[in-house]
């Protein structure tokens, strides 16, 4: 699964930032929920092309920003942006305990193999008092393409656990004072064609399931989604995220 990540983000990487507006308006909201100061050392987690460091450097005065993500070609879009880049796995970060002031991630813990032992892992991380804001996608999101998908046959939707599975996870890591949010989105198209033409620039197409591809699938897929799904405004794609933020005790 690490593998398919990194080859369908690192083929997006050139065309992510046309194509992720969504992910653009969760980051600038993730940055919402970290308070405005100085700190020291600021660890982002799946940075991705920068969307979040972006945001933050508008709230937050910072050291040293160390900008994480498991997709080589997803860092080098950074390239130039004051931040250090790091091509490592979230789920194994390759630093000491203790020594960030600040843990940020955005539209990226959604990936996680396991997310029960790594994200409390995570904050072994942080100093005491240091602070966090984490957004992740949740169950809902895409559920207009899963729920197609599933009634043709036709490509394939990764699981994504629910907001009650997450400020369960939060509730039980140790040492930490944290407080939930969550949002929706609705994004609306022109065509199906276009919304999975966007859906594929983005990268998110990696999912653990089996694939299924076909003329006569997709065709099917077309109509079942415009019959279903098609309003005023165009195709609807809807997204949930859910927000973890607070500090280190």
């Known amino acids: 699964m690490k593998q398919r990540i990194r080859q ?21 909201n993730c940055a919402a929920f970290c308070l405005e100061g100085s700190y020291g050392n600021v660890l982002d987690i799946g940075s991705g092309v920068g969307f979040l460091h972006d ?8 050291g040293k920003y160390v ?3 498991l997709v080589r070609p997803m860092l080098m879009e950074q390239k130039g942006n004051g931040a250090l880049p790091v091509a490592a796995d979230g789920e194994e970060l390759p630093f000491a305990d203790g020594c960030f002031d600040l843990l940020v991630s955005s539209s990226a813990m959604q990936w996680y193999s396991m997310p029960e032992k790594s994200i409390p892992r995570s904050f072994d991380l942080l100093k005491s008092g240091g602070k966090f804001a984490i957004a992740i996608f949740a ?24 907001c009650s599975f997450y400020e369960d996870l939060f509730d039980k890591v140790s040492g930490i004072k944290v407080d939930y949010a969550s949002e929706e989105h609705e994004v609306f198209f022109p065509s199906v064609k276009h919304f999975l033409k966007k859906h594929k620039m983005t990268g998110a197409v990696a999912s653990s399931d089996s694939m299924s591809w076909g003329k006569d699938k997709y ?8 019959n279903l799904y098609r309003g005023e405004s165009g195709i609807k794609a809807s997204y949930r995220v859910f927000f973890a933020y607070g500090e280190k005790l």
């Open 8 to 28: 369908c983000f690192g083929k997006a990487a050139s065309s992510y930032s046309r194509a992720a507006s969504v992910q653009r308006i969760v980051a600038r």
């Open 219 to 226: 065709r099917r897929f077309v109509e079942e989604y415009e």
């Open 67 to 69: 900008s994480l993500d």
């Open 55 to 62: 945001e933050l450097r508008k709230r937050i005065i910072y």
């Open 139 to 162: 169950h809902g999101t895409l559920r207009e393409l899963a729920d197609v998908s599933g009634r043709t046959g036709f490509g394939s939707v990764k699981k994504l656990m629910s």
